[in-house]
Structures are given as structure tokens and as C-alpha cells.
């Protein structure tokens, strides 16, 4: 059975037209940029600095201060949106996978960009960035988004984010927001990742994606507790103290996502796998209010 | 310590499903996480508690496992039997030089003996009889093994057939209290009496040997030829003690040569008889003595018991009387032969069980003791086991 079927496709077609009122909600939302000489919409004056193009001095105001002054232009700029989608061997957990509903997550802000004319890039990265779709930018498009989504697998070693974001910055030179979908569980720790987005002028946003089995294991006993990702197995006798103790841990972990992204202004969402995915659509397309949601 | 119900002790086999059981616990399953991270942290809080972790299992199986082997023990009825003493009888009548087991079943017995001296506690006292010909004490009632050891290595072999009924008289007479006593008759039971008393509750009987064929001379006759004094006619009877039949040859010496025998008028250097299961046959010929005086018949027979395939008898000598003084011809001699298929017994070669009737005199007089129970004491024990098995599965232990 195809991952986006027919059904799919009307419903997001139908949902981005609808949430283009709250686009400013939406996780993809550009921001209005001031480029001196571009656009059409005059927003003020600055001095002129020798380069401008003399076309956009303003006359009327030169005559009447005696100096040189420019108009400066507000125009939206060619709207670059980026995904980065993790597809390391822990997003195969939980139930359903967590793969699927990054996937889904991606196709439903894909068409989102596609049908409000933005340009669209995907990387795919585990220990750094695995293979990408190169940029589209037309609705049309979206049929080859969705195969691409649609033809990914599970690939790579465990997740590396910091080296992904070097390698990304080094590939994309065109600033523009970067949705991160992933589960974050890095080794070394997710914050340096988006600091290099942050820093070269990227605008990082993050969904994060966990299974209820990571919040709620449900383990005790004797147990192995084999990590997917380095293959690495661990013997351990779980306790109930040590169970409760774990579980205080994963909040504590969503928590530092949260508070990180609040501090810097960086929209976060965080999903169960299980979440319904209606529900994930019109929070991703900023139609409803995510319950964990912080910007 | 000794078992009323040894039969019991088959519950034991329950350590089988219970160890696999185990094995089974221990296996861990493995459970896939998306990063061991978290659980780090976590694990690297708990106190470390690594050997009672890694003791835990092993522990809690040997406890399972004593349980079991108490509640098995207290099934089997324990006792401790007090002082015992013992009456070995060996039978060294001829029948127990028969060499079907080596060195022979004398030989044997001794071994036999030996080891059960050897499983004696000090407090146990044994004497050591012989009964084959004439009663024999070879040592009294003594809880020196070196003694005893020495007193088997000095019952003789004989030649004689007695049954044992004195011998086991005298031991009964010996052991004053048949409660803690016990004679043990060490026997290739080729007597006629050997099933009366594997009947006996005072006697145990450990036979050595196995049922062996044997033909055998049982009579031998010489008489002086009448009419002719350098000659004797000599009557053979030769008896097959088997379930098959046996073929055989009988020949004659004299003063150790072979001589022809004359039967009906013919000369032949030996019989060859065909004998069946149980058959007697009587052979009559003639010997020419030359004036000798010692013949000997013999068997030429590879059986388990070579002492009665040959007879040696001295040649009378021809006196010449009319023919109406000539008295009785001279009486046949009887020669011992041994049947060594013996009379089934009840306890078989090498079975050293304690007589049955004394399991249950001793656990009647246990009470008499002035320590507790055994049973009580296993109980409580088993009682105390259950409870720290429970212990290790409560989960205030475990976290």
C-alpha cells in the first residue's frame, strides 16, 4: 500500500488552501526581508553609499535635505525552504515507525512551500547528510516529493546532527528556514547543530518525534537493552525505581528541546508517533495549536 | 543415614525440569531501544549492587534446588540406624573353587567382603565365618577392619559340601539383639537348603558365581578282573549338570600313563560319551593293571569345575578264591560331584541392601532418639527455604 495515496493528496491540498490564512503560524513561514532595490514597496530611506544604483535615489528628498539618499525596498524574497529528515536506525522504532510519521510530517510541509510558490529542498542525513532532493519549486512538483519520501529507507549508522548541519552549510548557501525532523537522540547532543544553523543565518525549526515505547518502556526485569544505533547491548536489571527514574529522564529531555527552542526562537513541535495524523497536519500547517509547542 | 522409602528418592528427577526451567529465566530477552543514552544515566544512578546482580540467579537456583532435595529427603523417611553387627558367612565348600569368575567364586567373595567391611562405621562390629565344610570362626565380633580383612584372607578352600545350617545356628547364637544384627552368608548357593534360607528375614544372601555347566564323575568302581590278576573292571558313572546336552570324552590312566580300556572285547584309548540334560550314564570296561596300583579316570571336559573330571582310585589287589567263595563285588565308591546351577536366591551377586525388614524395626525405634525428628527437622527446613525463595521475588529485594 502506497504511503501517499490519493486521499492523502486531496487532504493536503485541501488543508494547505485553507491554512493559508494562518501562514504566519505555519511552521514554514518566511520572514519579510528589507533588500535595498528589491521589491516594489517603498519602506524608507538611508543614506546613500557609494554601489547603490543611482535609479533608487530619491530626488525629492536629496533636494530637500542636500544629501544623498537611497529608498530602500521591502520585497519577499524567493522563499528557500529546507527539510533535514532523519533516517537513522532509531527512527524505525515505535509503533507505528517513527520514519512514517517524519515522512508524512515532510510531505505535508513540502506541499505546503510547493502550493504557496516557495522553493524546496530535502536532505536526508543519519551520520551526515545521506542523499537529498534537489530543489523544486512548483505544486506540480509535489508528485516527485512524494516519491522521494515515499522510495527512503532506513539507512546509515547512528545519528550525527552536528556533522549534518556542517555539511548542509557547506551544500545550501541560500539562507531560508530549516525544518529538522528527527528524534534527536544524538550522542553529542542536539544543541550544537542548530547553534551552526542559528549562526549561518539559517532559521532552524524542529519537530521532534518519539515513540511512547522511549517514553513509557515498560521494562523490567533482566533485560538486554540493545541500541540499534551504535549495536551496542547492555545488560541491566531494571527496577521499578530505575523505570520511574527513566522516565523522569525522557521529560527532562523533551523539556531541555522545548526550553532550548524557546530561548532562541526556534518553533518546536514534538509528536508521538502514534499521534493521529490530522491532527500532526493541521499543527505542522499551523491550523491548531500543538499542545507542546513553543515559539 | 539410611531410607525406609528409598523409592522416593525418585522425586529427585524434578531437579531436571527445574534446571531447565532456570536456564530457560536466565536467558535474557533482548529489547531494542532507539539510544542507550538515557538508560546510561539511569543505570549509572543505581547503587552498584553488581555481585548480589550476578549471585542472584545461582543463589535463587540452589535454594530451589535444596528444597527439593529436602522435601525428596523427608519423602524417602530418613533414619540413622544405631550400631550394627554383622555375621559374614563365607562358604568355602568345594563348589566355590569353580572358576566361571575370576580368580574363583571364593575369590570373589572375599572381594566382596571386603568391600562390605569397608563401608562399616567404627561403631559396627563383624565376624567372619566359614561354612562350607566344618564351621569355622576366623575372627569374632570386631570393629578392627584389619582384622577382619585378614580373618577373609585366611577361610580356606575345601573340598568338603556341607550345607550351612550350623554355621548360621552359630551366628544367630552371636547376635543377641536381630534388630540391629544382621548375618550375610556369601554363597554360591549349591545347596539344596539355599531357598529356605533366602526366606529367612535374618539373612541375607549374596550370591557369587553364575549358573555353570559341568559334567562330572560322580562314581567310580574298581574291582579285580575276576580270572584274570592283571586286570580290574572298573564301573564310571558320568553325570551332565546342565541345561544342554554335553559330549565328552573319559579316558584312563595308570600311575599317570594312559592305558587303553577294553569294553566288549574292544580296545579303545577313550569313551566319548553324548550325555543329556541331567543324565547319569554308567560306563563298564576293563583295565589291564600290569600290576599297578593306582588308576585314575578322567574327563576331558573344559568346564567351570575341573576338581570332579578326574577320580583316583588305588587297584585292589586279585586274590584267587573258588568261584563259590567269591564274595560281593567290592561297594561302589561315591565320589562327590558338584551341580553348580544353583537354586535361585533372593539377592543377587553383589547386592549389598540392607535386610528389608530392618528399615522399618529401626524407624519404629526412632522416636526412642533424644534429638527431634529428622522429618521435623526437614520440614522446618524446607519451610525456611520456601520463605527466602519468596523473599528473592518480592520486589522491595529487587529495588
Known amino acids: ?295 | 543415614m539410611a531410607f525406609a522409602n528409598p523409592l522416593a528418592l525418585l522425586w529427585g528427577l524434578l531437579a531436571v525440569p527445574i534446571v531447565l526451567l532456570y536456564r530457560r529465566k536466565i536467558r535474557l530477552r533482548s529489547d531494542p531501544v532507539a539510544t542507550d543514552m538515557i538508560w546510561q544515566c539511569v543505570l549509572a544512578e543505581q547503587p552498584r549492587r553488581d555481585a548480589w546482580q550476578r549471585w542472584r540467579h545461582p543463589v535463587s537456583l540452589a535454594v530451589q534446588l535444596t528444597l527439593l532435595a529436602v522435601l525428596v529427603v523427608a519423602l524417602a523417611e530418613p533414619w540413622i540406624p544405631g550400631p550394627r553387627r554383622l555375621v559374614l558367612l563365607m562358604d568355602n565348600s568345594a563348589s566355590m573353587n569353580a572358576t566361571d569368575v575370576a580368580p574363583s567364586r571364593l575369590g570373589q567373595a572375599r572381594e566382596t567382603a571386603a568391600r562390605l567391611i569397608s563401608t562399616l562405621r567404627p561403631c559396627d562390629r563383624a565376624a567372619v565365618l566359614s561354612c562350607g565344610g566344618v564351621v569355622g570362626v576366623h575372627c569374632n565380633l570386631t570393629n578392627d577392619h584389619a582384622v577382619l580383612h585378614a580373618a577373609l584372607q585366611a577361610v580356606p578352600s575345601t573340598r568338603e559340601n556341607s550345607p550351612p545350617g550350623d554355621a548360621v545356628a552359630l551366628a544367630r547364637r552371636m547376635l543377641a539383639e536381630p534388630t540391629t544384627c544382621s548375618i550375610i552368608l556369601l554363597t554360591d548357593a549349591c545347596f539344596p537348603q539355599a531357598a529356605e534360607l533366602a526366606a529367612a528375614d535374618d539373612i541375607e544372601i549374596l550370591r557369587v558365581g553364575r549358573p555353570t555347566p559341568n559334567v562330572a564323575i560322580s562314581l567310580v568302581s574298581v574291582r579285580p578282573s575276576p580270572g584274570n590278576p592283571h586286570a580290574c573292571q572298573v564301573m564310571a558313572e558320568v553325570s551332565n549338570f546342565s541345561d544342554t546336552p554335553e559330549v565328552c570324552s573319559l579316558r584312563v590312566e595308570i600311575d599317570e600313563e594312559p592305558v587303553p580300556v577294553i569294553i566288549d572285547g574292544r580296545s579303545a584309548d577313550r569313551l566319548t560319551l553324548r550325555l543329556l540334560s541331567d543324565e547319569h550314564i554308567q560306563q563298564f570296561f576293563a583295565v589291564a593293571t600290569a600290576g599297578a596300583s593306582e588308576l585314575s579316570v578322567q574327563l576331558d571336559q573344559a568346564d567351570g569345575f575341573l576338581h570332579d573330571n578326574r577320580v583316583t582310585r588305588a587297584i585292589p589287589q586279585a586274590t584267587a578264591l573258588p568261584e563259590a567263595d567269591k564274595g560281593p563285588p567290592e561297594a561302589v565308591e561315591t565320589v562327590w560331584a558338584a551341580d553348580l546351577r544353583a537354586p535361585s536366591a533372593r539377592s543377587t551377586e553383589g547386592d549389598l541392601r540392607v535386610p528389608s525388614g530392618l528399615g522399618a524395626e529401626a524407624a519404629a525405634i526412632a522416636p526412642a532418639s533424644p534429638w527431634p525428628s529428622p522429618r521435623l527437622l526437614l520440614a522446618v527446613l524446607g519451610i525456611a527455604l520456601l520463605a527466602l525463595e519468596w523473599c528473592f521475588y518480592q520486589r522491595r529485594w529487587v529495588s
Open chain 1, 1 to 295: 500500500m502506497a504511503m501517499f495515496d490519493t486521499e492523502t493528496l486531496k487532504r493536503l491540498r485541501y488543508l494547505s488552501l485553507i491554512t493559508r490564512r494562518a501562514a504566519e503560524r505555519s511552521l514554514v513561514t518566511t520572514v519579510r526581508r528589507k533588500l535595498p532595490g528589491g521589491g516594489t514597496e517603498a519602506t524608507g530611506l538611508r543614506d546613500y553609499t557609494p554601489g547603490d544604483d543611482y535609479r533608487y535615489i530619491d530626488w525629492h528628498w536629496c533636494a530637500r535635505r542636500d544629501e544623498l539618499l537611497t529608498k530602500t525596498f521591502e520585497g519577499e524574497a524567493d522563499r528557500h525552504v529546507y527539510i533535514l529528515l532523519d533516517c537513522s536506525p532509531s527512527m524505525g522504532l515505535g509503533q507505528p515507525p517513527k520514519f512514517d510519521l517524519a515522512r508524512q510530517i515532510a510531505a505535508m510541509l513540502g506541499y505546503a512551500v510547493l502550493a504557496n510558490l516557495g522553493c524546496l529542498s530535502v536532505g536526508v542525513f543519519s551520520d551526515g547528510l545521506v542523499t537529498q532532493q534537489p530543489p523544486i519549486r512548483h505544486r506540480s512538483h509535489s508528485v516527485r516529493l512524494l516519491r522521494f519520501l515515499e522510495g527512503l529507507s532506513l539507512q546509515g549508522d547512528r545519528t550525527n546532527l552536528a556533522r549534518t548541519a556542517e555539511q548542509f552549510a557547506r551544500r545550501y548557501q541560500r539562507h531560508g528556514p530549516v525544518v529538522v525532523i528527527s528524534d534527536l537522540y544524538d550522542r553529542e547532543g542536539f544543541r550544537p547543530a542548530l547553534d551552526t544553523l542559528r549562526h549561518r543565518g539559517y532559521e532552524p525549526r524542529v519537530v521532534q518525534i518519539y515513540g511512547l515505547c522511549e517514553a513509557c518502556p515498560g521494562l523490567l526485569g533482566d533485560v538486554e537493552l540493545y541500541d540499534v544505533e551504535s549495536g551496542f547491548a547492555r545488560r541491566a536489571t531494571v527496577t521499578e525505581r530505575a523505570a520511574r527514574r527513566y522516565e523522569e529522564r525522557f521529560v527532562e529531555f523533551q523539556e531541555s528541546v522545548r526550553r532550548y527552542s524557546a530561548t532562541h526562537g526556534i518553533r518546536c513541535l514534538q509528536f508521538a508517533s502514534d499521534t493521529p495524523e490530522n491532527d500532526v497536519l493541521l499543527t505542522v500547517l499551523g491550523a491548531k495549536s500543538p499542545l507542546k509547542t513553543s515559539s
